[in-house]
Each structure stands twice: as structure tokens, then as C-alpha cells.
């Protein structure tokens, strides 16, 4: 079987999987209710990201990918499937998600291969990095189009990547049946949603790239670069995190204090805007990042701190501003 029929499978998936939940998702309580986190002010059909989950475990059975590598992944998206339906605790999702963290640390690569660790302390990095992604992409979610444009991005990037470094085929070709999987999907999703993602997409999407990570490089260096190519998630959610702390907000306490959110809800930008922008900025940000990598990790760090820096710097005073206007709460 070639590329073309991999990624044209992916692309109907993701596509049909967006469909079936609008039709049928109200029927199996799969529905988003507006409320004062939300970005969107009708009940919405939520879990379409069903079909780039069915993409993944189709196309990884088809290209012979290891089991430890896929079954994880599958596990996490399911329970957020549930998720998607009743609610769960945060206890019982981190004991999963962790859990699921643990087989692909334990029966998989590791990328700090050259580096001096101690054995348990490269499990306790990597269980907080895959998982902590898969929680950070999950939060970002709270616009349309932004989970499937930033997934385009960083899977995208990582299948450049993974190609000048000569990463096993199959892995790339796995990188690209998700990008084609969100591409189906996304026509549902922007610029008026008439589904959302829902955990069973984006939290699987999240952990899926930081096993893509941890898989691919043997080097600190390659990992720290590869992470770029999610700046923008990482950057805005622990920069909201970190304003929410100072504010005294509870930090583990819904809300829609993003900035990506702050632009559509309070500046009133429209959401495709938004997403679209974030995707372009991600792109620039990745590309400097696999420039800046072949100088070593010094030149590599510099610049995404002094990025980190930025954005730091644009968000808090957004964050002001937005904190003296009337929310517009558009869509």
C-alpha cells in the first residue's frame, strides 16, 4: 500500500467520523452545553474527533506500527470518549492517562539516551511531558479550529523533521495520516462548528505527539526541538496558568482565560481569525526552531526563550486590557 492510499484513508475518516456525530451524537449524549467557560452559545455535537482516532489505529495496523506505541494512545482517546459522554473525576483521568504514560515510557524508546539520568528519573520527566501535553493540547481547545489547525502544525513540522533526520518511514507516514485525519475533520469545525473535537480528539492528540517525541529522538536536543513545534500550547497554557495563579483564580477550575480564548470572547475576534493565526505563527516558530537546533542546544534554548519572552509579554497585556472590556462572547 502506498502514501496515497494511507492519507486518502485518513482524510475520509476524519472527515465521516465528524459527520456521524453530528447526526447521531445528541442520541448518545455527546453534547456540548454552553456555559461561562464556553466560546460557543448553542448545544454542539462533541467527540468528531472519533474519526482521526480511527485514522490512527487503522493506519498503525496497516503499517505494522508496534503495539506498544498505538494501544496507549487508543486508550487514552477512548476514555476521553467517555469523558466526552458523563463525567469523570481529574483523579481518575490522570490514573489512566499516567498509566497509559507508563507502558509507552517502559515498553518504548528513550530519548535521554546519551544523557546520565537515573532510570526512574527519565520515567518521572517523560510521564509529566506526555502527559502534561496531552492536559496542556486539551485546555487549548476552546476555539474552533484551533485543536485541528495546531494539530496540522505540529504533526506536520514532526513529519519534516522526522524525514531529514531519517526516523523510520512508517512513523512519517503515521505523522501525515494524522495531519490528513484533522483536515478531514475540520471543514466541521471552522469557521462554524457544527461539531467539537471533544477529549476523544484533542487530549489523545496531545499524548499521540509526545509519544511521537519521545519515539523519534535519541537526543535532548531533538526533543527540545520537536516540543517546539507546539510552542504556542505549551507557551499559552502555562502563561494563563501562571496569570490565573497571580490573580488568585483557581488554577485546576474550568474557565476561558486563554488568550487565544480572550481574542474571540473579549476582543471579538472571529474564532477562524484566531486559529488561523495561531497556525502561522506555529509554523515561523517551528521553522526557526529546526534552524536553530543545528547550532546546539545553547543557540536552540535562546531562541525559544526569547520567544517565550514575547508571548509572555503580549499576554499579559491582553490579559489587562481584555480585564476592562465587556466580553463579546462571538462565534
Keep these: 500500500m502506498n502514501w496515497f492510499f494511507y492519507l486518502l484513508l485518513s482524510l475520509c475518516l476524519g472527515a465521516t467520523g465528524a459527520w456521524s456525530v453530528i447526526k447521531i451524537g445528541a442520541n448518545y449524549g455527546l453534547m456540548d452545553l454552553p456555559g461561562y467557560r464556553s466560546s460557543h452559545s448553542r448545544p454542539t455535537p462533541k467527540g468528531g474527533g472519533i474519526g482521526i482516532l480511527l485514522a490512527f489505529i487503522t493506519v498503525s495496523l496497516l503499517n505494522a506500527i508496534?503495539?506498544?506505541?498505538?494501544?496507549?494512545?487508543?486508550?487514552?482517546?477512548?476514555?476521553?470518549?467517555?469523558?466526552?459522554?458523563?463525567?469523570?473525576?481529574?483523579?481518575?483521568?490522570?490514573?489512566?492517562?499516567?498509566?497509559?504514560?507508563?507502558?509507552?515510557?517502559?515498553?518504548?524508546?528513550?530519548?535521554?539516551?546519551?544523557?546520565?539520568?537515573?532510570?526512574?528519573?527519565?520515567?518521572?520527566?517523560?510521564?509529566?511531558?506526555?502527559?502534561?501535553?496531552?492536559?496542556?493540547?486539551?485546555?487549548?481547545?476552546?476555539?474552533?479550529?484551533?485543536?485541528?489547525?495546531?494539530?496540522?502544525?505540529?504533526?506536520?513540522?514532526l513529519a519534516v523533521y522526522g524525514a531529514m533526520q531519517g526516523i523510520p518511514t512508517k512513523f512519517i507516514v503515521l505523522d501525515l495520516c494524522i495531519v490528513f485525519a484533522c483536515i478531514g475533520f475540520l471543514p466541521f469545525n471552522i469557521p462554524n462548528a457544527s461539531v467539537f473535537m471533544g477529549d476523544v480528539g484533542s487530549v489523545f492528540l496531545g499524548f499521540i505527539f509526545a509519544t511521537m517525541v519521545w519515539e523519534s529522538n535519541t537526543t535532548l536536543l531533538g526533543v527540545l526541538c520537536c516540543s517546539a513545534f507546539f510552542f504556542l500550547i505549551y507557551a499559552d497554557a502555562a502563561t494563563t496558568f501562571a496569570i490565573r495563579f497571580a490573580e488568585g483564580d483557581p488554577i485546576l477550575v474550568a474557565h476561558r482565560r486563554h488568550l487565544c480564548q480572550i481574542l474571540v470572547n473579549e476582543f471579538g475576534l472571529p474564532h477562524w481569525k484566531v486559529s488561523i493565526g495561531y497556525g502561522i505563527i506555529q509554523v515561523f516558530i517551528g521553522i526557526i526552531a529546526i534552524v536553530l537546533q543545528n547550532f546546539g542546544m545553547a543557540a536552540l534554548i535562546t531562541g525559544m526563550t526569547v520567544m517565550g519572552i514575547l508571548f509572555i509579554f503580549i499576554s499579559v497585556i491582553l490579559h489587562r486590557k481584555a480585564d476592562q472590556m465587556p466580553s463579546t462572547g462571538s462565534l
Design 66 to 157: 508496534p503495539i506498544n506505541f498505538w494501544i496507549p494512545a487508543t486508550i487514552i482517546s477512548l476514555t476521553g470518549l467517555i469523558g466526552d459522554r458523563v463525567e469523570l473525576s481529574k483523579s481518575s483521568r490522570l490514573v489512566v492517562q499516567f498509566a497509559c504514560a507508563l507502558i509507552v515510557l517502559v515498553a518504548g524508546n528513550h530519548f535521554f539516551v546519551s544523557v546520565a539520568f537515573h532510570p526512574l528519573l527519565k520515567v518521572v520527566i517523560g510521564g509529566l511531558f506526555l502527559v502534561g501535553t496531552a492536559n496542556f493540547f486539551n485546555f487549548m481547545d476552546g476555539i474552533n479550529g484551533i485543536a485541528g489547525i495546531s494539530a496540522i502544525v505540529g504533526f506536520g513540522l
